[in-house]
């Protein structure tokens, strides 16, 4: 094993130290548990010209859950000049607030890689007819 240093270590002590859960870390029960309410949380969010949530569209690239519980998550828009680009990230940051044990939220938007059609659920282009 190697330490944060760099440098290999193989001391027991190491090991059972590198083993053990870490101070402040969430159980696995309480991850899946907030997970789930986080990913039904973002599908409460729609784009308004659009009839599917955001995370069915694949609006979503990415979602951090720190030991802390506070929760990043990236995101894009269908298209930059989107109308409610302003808007969007609120929405996502004040439906993931309501998750009860979520401390805090932030959204932020990314256009790399841009969105398009393929990123979509098979349920959302179900919805929108693309089949």
Partial sequence: MTTPEGQFNDSPAFAEAWDAPQ????????????????????????????????????????VDLSDDRDVAIEMTLTAPGCPVAGEMPG???????????????????????????????DEAKLALNMF
């Fill in 23 to 62: 101070k402040g870390a969430l159980e696995q029960g309480e991850i899946d548990r907030l997970t789930d309410d986080i990913i039904a949380a973002l599908k409460s969010v729609f784009d308004p010209e659009i009839p599917v949530d955001i995370y069915e569209l694949g609006l979503i690239y990415k």
């Fill in 91 to 121: 929405w996502v940051e004040d439906a993931v607030k309501k998750v009860d044990g979520v401390r805090s939220a932030r959204a932020e938007l990314v256009f790399d890689p841009p969105w398009d059609p393929s990123k979509m659920s």
